[in-house]
């Protein structure tokens, strides 16, 4: 009789299991398509790992790129692009940052406009030139074309991103620029003697 019951038993676990999958099979699954998950859309959860904000850091500040002495030649710029959870994400799209003085005393701090980069961050090459592992953000050297920044002044950088198909994201960060007279000294002092030939054996 024990052993009528487990038969019992078993053939009725199997009918609820053979019924579930006929269930599911008619509901209209099939096989490689993407459906939702708890509701959210294949899009939507591209949207979750895709930048919704971009962050210039205090990090940005203009330094000398050659070398040769301590006048900066260009900004050092340190981005790091947000997800919808505010965490470090890695980007694919263009970097561009416009370059303001700055204007005091005024709803629109944006003065003149001086220069502008753009910077295309699209393959692994990139990804690996321009992102910093240890911060989670990406470091890009913006160098002087033309004439240089006006010492003891205070700029205004306006940087914006923008992925295929995706809305631009914009910061805004302010910094000064500020060289000691000593430093400029210097500066002077070893350009002069760089322009000095060295006189020759008679």
């Known amino acids: 009789m024990f052993r009528s019951q487990m038969r019992i038993q078993s053939i009725t676990i199997f009918a609820f299991g053979v019924l579930a999958m006929t269930l599911w099979t008619g509901s209209g699954c099939k096989r490689g398509a993407v459906s939702e998950v708890n509701g959210t859309t294949a899009e939507e959860l591209a949207g979750f790992y895709s930048p919704r ?4 850091l205090p990090f940005t500040k203009p330094r000398s790129f050659d070398m040769k002495d301590d006048i900066p030649d260009g900004i050092a710029v340190s981005l790091r692009p947000l997800d919808a959870m505010n965490d470090p994400i890695k980007a694919y799209g263009t970097f561009m940052f416009e370059l303001y003085a700055y204007r005091p005393a005024s709803g629109d701090r944006k003065g003149q406009w001086l220069q502008t980069w753009t910077q295309p961050v699209l393959d692994l090459d990139d990804q690996k030139k321009f992102w910093e592992r240890v911060t989670s953000t990406y470091e890009f050297q913006l160098t002087w074309e033309g004439q240089p920044l006006q010492p003891q002044q205070k700029y205004l950088l306006v940087a914006s991103f923008q992925a295929p198909g995706s809305d631009r994201l914009f910061d805004e960060y302010e910094f000064e620029f500020r ?5 400029l000294m210097n500066a002077m002092s070893e350009e002069s003697e760089g322009d000095v030939a060295p006189a020759g054996r008679d």
């Open 179 to 183: 060289i000691t007279r000593e430093d």
């Open 53 to 56: 904000d971009i962050k210039v």
